[in-house]
């Protein structure tokens, strides 16, 4: 079984300009989430899709970020314009059917951002 | 509502045993267990929800305390494998099913 596909693997670019992340999760799962990872700390949900529907975006920076899920299966995160704490690892993850507190998580390998 | 875990970080001679700790603030509904190696995606262990029997997974197994609002981590006779930073996700219905990740244990095991 094909896991959660992340692209690009590295990202570095200087403040205030722009990058995109792109996803794809496990065939089939309808719930995708973006997730935050700071060097050294645990993984924080920026945004969370049930099909292309936003079930939660309450951490997302919405001045700067934005993400978005065309016909449920793809997403793309960008950040615009980028800022010296973007730089992290972004993670995308996903599961069957909505995270039900029940079920798990199946995460990409991240695109590690470095902002000069 | 971050969980806290402990010790942040544990260093093993392979074969010995270690305990993880994760709690919480507020009565907890689940609490999940993943491993991340460095450079790596989490990979997940084990879910344990409210009222459930402990679970395994190879020799690491994990206990849900209601009471403490806090689960355990238990990794038994460690091998070389089991090195990676574990992390727990505490979920609350109350919190529209979001799953909150703590700040991770590091765990280094060596021959």
């Known amino acids: 079984e094909a896991g959660v596909a992340q692209s690009p693997r590295y990202k570095i670019i200087e403040k205030r300009q722009s990058v995109a992340f792109w996803c794809n999760p496990i065939?089939?799962?309808?719930?995708l989430y973006w997730y935050q990872q700071i060097l050294g700390q645990g993984p924080k949900l920026l945004i969370q899709?049930?099909?292309?529907?936003?079930?939660?975006d309450s951490q997302l920076p919405k001045d700067r970020f934005s993400a978005e899920r065309l016909k449920g299966v793809d997403s793309t995160l960008k950040i615009q314009p980028a800022k010296l704490e973007d730089s992290a690892v972004y993670l995308c993850?996903?599961?069957?059917?909505?995270?039900?507190?029940?079920?798990?998580?199946?995460f990409g390998s991240g695109t590690q951002l470095s902002v000069l | 509502q971050q969980p806290v875990q402990s010790p942040q970080a544990v260093i093993l001679r392979e074969g010995e045993d270690a305990v993880i700790n994760c709690s919480s603030s507020?009565?907890?509904?689940?609490v999940h267990w993943y491993r991340q190696k460095h450079g790596e995606a989490p990979v997940f262990l084990m879910i344990?929800?409210?009222?459930?029997e402990q679970k395994g997974h190879e020799k690491i197994s994990a206990s849900f305390n209601e009471k403490k609002q806090q689960s355990s981590l238990y990794l038994t006779a460690s091998q070389l494998s089991y090195s990676g930073t574990y992390f727990c996700?505490?979920?609350?219905?109350?919190?529209?099913?979001?799953?909150?990740f703590g700040g991770g244990t590091r765990v280094l095991v060596k021959p």
């Open positions: 993850a996903s599961s069957l059917v909505f995270q039900g507190l029940n079920e798990k998580l199946f």
């Open positions: 065939s089939g799962h309808a719930t």
């Open positions: 899709f049930q099909n292309n529907g936003v079930v939660d």
């Open positions: 507020k009565a907890l509904y689940s």
């Open positions: 344990l929800l409210k009222g459930g």
């Open positions: 996700g505490t979920g609350f219905k109350a919190a529209g099913n979001k799953l909150t």
